[in-house]
């Protein structure tokens, strides 16, 4: 199973930026849809954004309509990594954002979605 590893939360004022950053083992790494899930007390775990590689150097990108305009994310095959940029952040963005890989299509939906990391707190607070 392939393990990733989240980095980059911490506590931020509103307005402000963070920038995640989740580091895959494995080999085909580029053939993967990578997604960023978060989940906020009380509340069920909510798509974020995801991203797939088409081609040699294209891609597909999704985002929740609550991020869009906010955040991007990116990856590099090369390095195993996919990021999420959030700019512009708001007390509703405070959660536990999940990296997570799926194999195989395209997919926004959690369930779908075959490895998860441990999460990293993203805090949004004057």
């Known amino acids: 199973q392939m393990q990733l590893v989240e980095s980059g939360g911490g506590l931020v004022q509103p307005g402000g930026s ?9 080999r085909t790494f580029s053939t993967y849809t990578m997604g ?14 995801a991203i797939t590689t088409i081609g040699r150097s294209g891609s597909i990108t999704g985002y929740a309509d609550s991020v869009k305009g906010r955040f991007t994310i990116s990856r590099d ?4 990594t996919v990021d999420l ?3 512009n952040l708001k007390p509703d963005d ?6 997570a890989l799926k194999m195989g299509a395209y997919s926004i939906h959690g ?3 075959d490895s998860w990391g441990q999460g990293t707190q993203v805090t949004v607070s004057s």
Do not use: H, I
């Open 94 to 99: 405070t959660a536990v954002y999940f990296c």
């Open 85 to 87: 940029q959030m700019n």
């Open 18 to 26: 963070l920038r995640l950053s989740c580091a895959a083992s494995g």
């Open 77 to 80: 095959n090369a390095k195993n």
């Open 36 to 49: 960023w899930f978060r989940q906020a007390p009380g509340k069920e775990r909510e798509f974020v954004a």
């Open 111 to 113: 369930p779908d979605f």
